[in-house]
């Protein structure tokens, strides 16, 4: 108790890597390099949140996020 931990998922496309990947058919089992191609110039995002941990559980510090679409838009008009 009394610890505080971040979780911070991200994403990130590279287009340098994706090409290099691609060339070399790196984890071609697991990429879609075609479908990959769509986010090329998206960079990308990372969804940072912390949390308190207590004697009977944790508790998310700070505000909630938007995680639907509509969420989201709401927040950006």
């Not at 287009?15 to 070399?24: E, I, Y």
């Not at 990308?44 to 912390?50: A, F, H, K």
Request: hydrophobic fraction near 40%; glycine fraction near 8%.
């Amino acid at each position: 108790p009394g610890f505080v931990i971040t979780i911070e998922p991200g994403i990130y496309f590279v287009p340098q890597l994706m090409d290099l990947w691609r060339s070399q058919n790196h984890c071609a089992d697991f990429l879609d390099f075609d479908a990959l191609d769509q986010w090329r110039d998206f960079g990308g995002i990372r969804n940072e949140e912390d949390f308190l941990i207590t004697s009977d559980g944790a508790r998310r510090l700070g505000k909630a996020k938007p995680l639907t679409i509509d969420e989201v838009e709401a927040l950006r008009s």
